[in-house]
Every structure is written in C-alpha cells, then in structure tokens.
C-alpha cells in the first residue's frame, strides 16, 4: 500500500472512532458524516470497523436485548398503486385474479397466537393500499380477546389523517410501519407529500411508528439512503434500521440484482451509529448474521402475502426465516431474544 493510501486509511479509521465516541456520548451525526460512512468500500476493513463500533453502540444502548417483528400479510390482493418493487402490483399481473384471497379472522388469530407464542414482540397486519381500516380496526379487539399476551399490535396500511391515527389508537393498536420509501414518487406512484402527511399523522397521536429505510437497491445513493434515515429520526422512529428490496421478477425493478450482505450490514451499521439513544431499535430485513453482528437486534418473521415474492404463504414463514432461526442467530451475535421490554 502507499503512503498516501495508508494515511487515508488510517484517517477513515479515526473517523470511524470519532463518530462512534460521539454517538455514545450522545451527539447526532451530521448528513454529511453519514455519508462518508456509507461512501466506505462495504468488502473493506473500514466497513467491519464501522460494523464493530455499530455492534458496540447496540450493546450499550438495547442491553443487547434482540425482539421480533412479526408481519402477516393479510390480504393476496393486486394492488392498483404499481410499486415497482412490489410483486401485488396490478399491473405486472403476478397476483393472478383467481387466486385473489384475504387470509380469513380465523387465519389471522391463528397466525398471531403463533407469533405470541414465538415471543415475537410487535406483530404487524400488512395489507394493500386501500383495505378498509374500519375492518382491521374491529379486528384489533378480536385478536386481543382470542390472544391474550403483551405483544404489541400494529399495522402496515395505505395513508391516514390524524383523526383516523387517534380512532386506531383507541381501536387498540399500539405502532404503525410506516416509511417514506427511497425515490417515492418515481418507483412509486405515490406523491412524497402524502406520505409525510401520514407520517406527520402519526408522529402527532400516541401510535408509535415504526420506519426502515427501504427498499434498498444498488439504485439508490448514499445521499438517498441518509436522507431516509433522517427522516425516519425525524418522526421518532422507535425501530429503524434497513430492508434491502428483493428484486421480483416480472416488477420493473426486479431486472437489478439485490444489495450483497456486507452492503445491507454497512447500512445497519449506519442506521444503528444515526439513531444513537433517540431510536433504541435498529432492524434489518431481510435478516443475515453479519448485520445483527454490525448492530441489528431487530429481525422479521413474515407470513401470508408477501410483497418480496411472488406467492402467499398461510402456513409457512417467508425464506423459511423464522422465530427460532432468529434466536439462533440473534445468539450467536451476542443478544437474548426478549418477547417485550420487561418479558424474556
Ligand atoms: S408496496 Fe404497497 S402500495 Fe405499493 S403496490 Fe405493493 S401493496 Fe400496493
């Protein structure tokens, strides 16, 4: 290596020091620095630094404490909004019509007694853009009384103004995922202002939200991935993190490969350095060892309709990913799995 090479690399190492001492004597980092994280070679000794200060940083602000996101995709509908990431959008027609179909009140209770027996701790109703939120709202009080527990229950919905946020915070739901997604309103039919209005909705009422930086793609900037992040703090996030966007054959998107696992680490470890102690809960989607050995102690157990694939799954969980691969994994990166914050 050169003279110069090597005192780059040894400056980018102090930088890497200094940020970490400073998110852990509670200072944020600027855009600009989040950038210059995540401008690092991802296959560089510099990046598994970066994953180790984001490993440090979890350990001291979750207690290395990992939980659960439990998502069940509840309707395997078309969905006319057209995401081009999204295998239920109408129009790349992968959800054939015939085999269209809701998961039934059955199915869902079912599937959350599972989740709470698997201490997942927040348990997410996902749906298409424009099921009806009077339905999932009366749903919330089924499950509560079939699922007796203290997971936390939420929903990933299309747009709402804050009155609606109070009526389904009084409906018993606790969290929202929401996101403003990486170029919305280009791969996205959605205006970004109709998000943030909806996210603003959200920040204003007493749900608790929810926000990842995704999908992430090798479309997309360090500038885009930071700006993201920031607006996910922004909101108060109580869980960040980053999901990479699976590429679904047939969606316009689905001709660029997937982000490599040491990217969607740096990402993490990115996103664990931002949120500090103001977001305790870094997550990352889909769920690798590296990442949650860069910071994650956050991973997702998916079931039924999946926007990252193209089939439903009523039974079964996503990539075979679930509760007890989790903990397996969360374990041998140095965390306990908890149901809840007080519950092991
Ligand atoms: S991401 Fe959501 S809004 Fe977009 S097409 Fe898929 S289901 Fe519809």
């Not at 440090?56 to 081009?84: E, I």
């Not at 959350?112 to 298409?128: F, H, P, S």
């Not at 990352?284 to 997702?300: E, I, L």
Request: glycine residues 8%.
């Amino acid at each position: 290596m050169k003279g110069n090479e090597m005192q780059e690399k040894e400056e980018l190492f102090a930088f890497i020091e200094r940020a970490e001492r400073n998110v852990l004597e509670g200072k944020e980092l600027e855009r600009a620095e989040l950038i210059r994280l995540l401008a690092i070679d991802p296959d560089s000794e510099a990046c598994d630094r970066l994953g180790q200060a984001g490993r440090r940083v979890a350990s001291r602000v979750t207690g290395d404490r990992a939980y659960l996101w439990g998502a069940m995709g509840v309707d395997y509908k078309a969905c006319p909004m057209n995401c081009d990431f999204c295998s239920l959008g109408e129009a790349w027609g992968i959800v054939e019509p015939d085999h269209e179909r809701d998961f039934s009140e059955t199915e869902i209770i079912e599937n959350v007694r599972d989740y709470a027996e698997n201490k997942v701790r927040w348990i997410v109703l996902r749906t298409t853009e424009f099921y009806s939120l009077e339905v999932l709202s009366e749903l919330i009080g089924k499950i509560r009384r079939a699922v007796p527990g203290r997971y936390e229950i939420g929903l990933n919905v299309g747009e709402f103004d804050l009155e609606k946020a109070n009526a389904l915070y009084r409906a018993g739901v606790d969290f929202v995922y929401h996101s403003l997604r990486l170029r919305e309103g280009r791969d996205t039919r959605f205006r970004p202002d109709e998000r943030l209005k909806t996210l603003r909705a959200v920040k204003d009422s007493p749900l608790k939200l929810v926000f990842l930086v995704e999908p992430i793609g090798i479309e997309h900037s360090n500038e885009e991935i930071a700006d993201i992040c920031l607006c996910a703090i922004e909101h108060q996030a109580i869980v960040t993190g980053g999901m990479a966007r699976v590429p679904v054959p047939g969606t316009p998107l689905g001709v660029h490969p997937q982000i490599t696992e040491n990217r969607l680490a740096q990402i993490i470890a990115v996103t664990r350095l931002a949120g500090g102690s103001r977001v305790p809960d870094i997550c990352v989607h889909p769920a690798t060892p590296k990442a949650m050995c860069f910071g994650a102690n956050v991973a997702v157990v998916e079931t039924g309709s999946i926007p990252r694939d193209s089939c439903c799954l009523p039974k079964e969980k996503w990539n075979q990913f679930d509760a007890q691969t989790a903990g397996e994994w969360f374990e041998q990166a140095g965390y306990t799995l908890y149901a809840g914050p007080e519950m092991q």
